[in-house]
């Protein structure tokens, strides 16, 4: 498999796997990723990172309790698919207090002081970031959360009880979001707000 580094598309549905063979990561080609309907109880979090192609990943039908963290890192993705499996966690990275630009901003200034302190070790890393902190919203969604593109997701048939709040400010171009047969007892007021990222 390593000398089929131009494959785009893997179909494993269907099969006994209880893991993803390490060869797959190296598929840096790959647009579809298709394993659903095995026996996975977890997805290598480093590995997957690696599939920066993938702009479809079907993972349904698996044991999975939570999807990795690194495919919200996949800024490609367009359709991820996690229906039925025991997932009560997304997994999602959350941040605590501050705004988006506090927190780049807060990043920013700890990089810029380095080891000793010296607020003038980094001048060009200071001017590049202090340009992009005005487009913050695009800077931090493609660098530490991604899914940008992501406009499918279905997560039917889990046992989520709630949809993350963080997500809402980060799934702009969703489409499809499939939560049905889940332990869902209240919608969060955010959803109002997919309409408005259009």
Known sequence: MLECRSLEVLDLSYNYLDALPSEVFDLSSLSLLLVGYNRLSEVSEERIGRLTN???????????????????KLWRLQSLVLSG?????????????????????????????GAD????????LSLSLS?????THT??????????????????????????AELFHHLRYLKVLNLSNNYIEMLRPEFGKFSSHQ
């Open 54 to 72: 993938l702009t479809r990943l079907e993972l349904q039908g698996n044991r999975l309790i939570a999807p990795p963290a690194q495919v919200w």
């Open 85 to 113: 499996n025991a997932i009560s966690s997304l997994n999602f990275p959350s941040y605590e207090g501050g705004s988006e630009e506090e927190r780049v901003r807060e990043s920013v200034e700890g990089k810029e002081k």
């Open 117 to 124: 302190g010296d607020p003038f070790k980094c001048t060009s």
């Open 131 to 135: 340009l992009s902190l005005s487009h």
């Open 139 to 164: 800077h931090t969604h493609i660098h530490t959360i991604g899914i940008m593109k992501l406009d499918v997701l279905e997560l039917g048939g889990n046992m989520l009880r709630d949809f993350p």
